[in-house]
């Protein structure tokens, strides 16, 4: 057989096993439906390089990489002082909405309502924490913000874990192909075939691999040195610092690395784009406290015995029960209560003006939040514009202290 024919034969193989999995996969979602928008997976930062490039006095911020917010001039305009907001994907990105649309753009424009001309920069980025904000702030105390706002702590303790199994080459192409398999129906039931769900439902780690308590009280000692050193560098550079307390969203459970995600009845969950959400809707209050008598510190069911309290006008007993969901939520992810803490001990050590935004929406108590975020942590349009009318008073104050 000659070389063509060989050639032609294989091209032809190839060319029928491309067909087979592309029907396999119209047939599967035609039965299963559509999936879920997979995980984004993202290079992190490498605090060892400069974070920004200055080229005929424009500067660009290029740590931000895919999500930069825009250049901006090196020296400040005269009689527009400048502003740099401090944060993770909460700040910039993680949102999925335009950076004007942001709580940092907001906060210009409701300053210039005023008459007050400011520039704010938005010096977020996904994934960042207090480690490389650290990095951060030095470089960029050289741009002369006459106030800086300081809003993080979502990612301190889930970093700690998550960069464990991302921090090598082998680990990050692993998982930029487990992200670009997971668009494809074939794969998720390839996957649940192999993978019981009741063990496992997403492709995070086993339920061992959460951090343990020694773990996630060192993260946020870790947390609150890098923020006073952040706080202390911008203050010594004659910036005035706002910190403002890392909101979560209690109103919502979305598990991933479940710990007891079996003692809740099935027909409750769905899969989302990051996990499996619980709809306590379908489900009664009794089987709450059922699960509750099998696994007392079962997230699920404190978050689903929560939001039946509120339901019922128990909004003290419904905020404890949602709150200790967050506090032994399995996924790293949400700000705690020692991450909180730790931000108003700085601001207190430190002199830094603080905006508890934790306090005033619990002061509020029932769920007013739950137009505020898309998930989590991460705010929604509303959430933005109610974050930058928080901190507003205080910039504003801040400015004309100046």
Not at 74 to 81: E, I
Not at 82 to 100: D, I, K, N, Q, T
Not at 345 to 361: C, F, H, N, Q, S
């Amino acid at each position: 057989m000659s070389l063509r024919s060989k050639l032609l034969r294989v091209g032809f193989g190839v060319g029928l096993t491309i067909l087979g999995l592309l029907l396999a996969e119209g047939a599967l979602r035609l039965v299963r439906g559509a999936v879920p928008p997979p995980p984004l997976v993202r290079q992190m930062w490498d605090p060892g390089k400069q974070p920004f490039s200055e080229s005929g006095g424009s500067v660009e911020p290029v740590f931000q990489e895919r999500d930069e917010a825009g250049n901006f001039e090196a020296a400040p305009t005269p009689g527009r002082p400048r502003v740099m907001v401090f944060g993770e994907s909460s700040v910039r990105g993680g949102s999925y909405l335009p950076v004007a649309q942001e709580f940092p753009a907001l906060l210009e424009g409701l300053l210039s309502a005023k008459g007050v001309q400011v520039e704010v920069l938005n010096l977020g980025r996904v994934g960042m924490d207090s480690h490389s904000i650290r990095v951060l702030v030095p470089a960029a105390i050289a741009y002369k913000p006459e106030v800086a706002v300081l809003y993080h702590g979502h990612n301190d303790i889930g970093n700690a874990y998550f960069l464990a199994r991302y921090s090598s080459v082998t680990s990050a192409t692993t998982a930029h192909a487990r992200a670009f398999f997971q668009r494809f129906q074939l794969y998720a039931t390839m996957r649940d075939l192999v993978m019981p769900s009741s063990t496992n439902p997403g492709d995070g780690p086993p339920v061992q691999a959460i951090p343990s308590t020694a773990q996630a009280s060192l993260a946020v000692s870790e947390f609150a040195s890098n923020l006073e050193i952040e706080v202390r560098t911008l203050q010594k550079s004659g910036a005035a610092v706002i910190l403002v307390t890392p909101m979560s969203r209690d109103g919502v459970y979305e598990a991933n690395d479940a710990s007891c995600r079996g003692v809740i009845p099935a027909r409750a969950w769905t899969q989302g784009s990051s996990g499996w959400v619980l709809h306590p809707e379908l489900l009664s209050p009794e089987i709450a406290d059922a699960a509750l008598a099998e696994s007392p510190l079962c997230p699920e069911a404190l978050f689903l015995r929560g939001w039946w309290r509120q339901r019922k006008g128990d909004l003290d007993g419904g905020w404890t029960d949602l709150r200790a969901a967050r506090e032994h939520d399995p996924r790293p992810v949400r700000a705690n209560t020692g991450i909180v803490q730790a931000v108003r001990a700085v601001a207190k050590r430190t002199g830094a003006e603080l905006v508890d935004t934790v306090a005033m929406v619990q002061a509020g108590k029932a769920t007013a939040t739950d137009g505020w975020f898309i998930d989590h942590v991460h705010l929604s349009a509303t959430g933005h514009d109610r974050m930058a009318a928080m901190i507003q008073p205080s910039l504003e104050a801040a400015l004309a202290a100046r």
